[in-house]
């Protein structure tokens, strides 16, 4: 709400109109804080999952242990991913 310049006369008034009884200040101010608590906390996890998956997939690219498989046409299947995450294909 902080950051879409929403305060308390805006959301009583949605709720107003939805037959809602209107909401207190302090009420509202402490479900926004326990919501941005939960919010940081989702994003922390999420940055830190694919932090963690980029670290794996440089170790990956940086071990240059690519393999090719022969799958015809004069193009070879290098096993396993770049970092970007599509195969790649050498053609001869």
Known sequence: MVHAGVGVRQINSILSTLNIPAVNHT????????????????????ADMFLQ????????????????????????VVAGKNPIGYRM???D
């Open 89 to 91: 294909y050498l053609a």
């Open 53 to 76: 998956e980029e670290v794996h997939l440089k170790e990956i690219y940086a071990s240059r242990r690519w393999t090719a498989q022969d799958i015809g046409f004069k193009i070879h």
């Open 27 to 46: 009420m509202l101010i402490r479900r926004q804080n326990e919501a941005g608590q939960a919010f940081e906390e989702v994003a922390k996890s999420s």
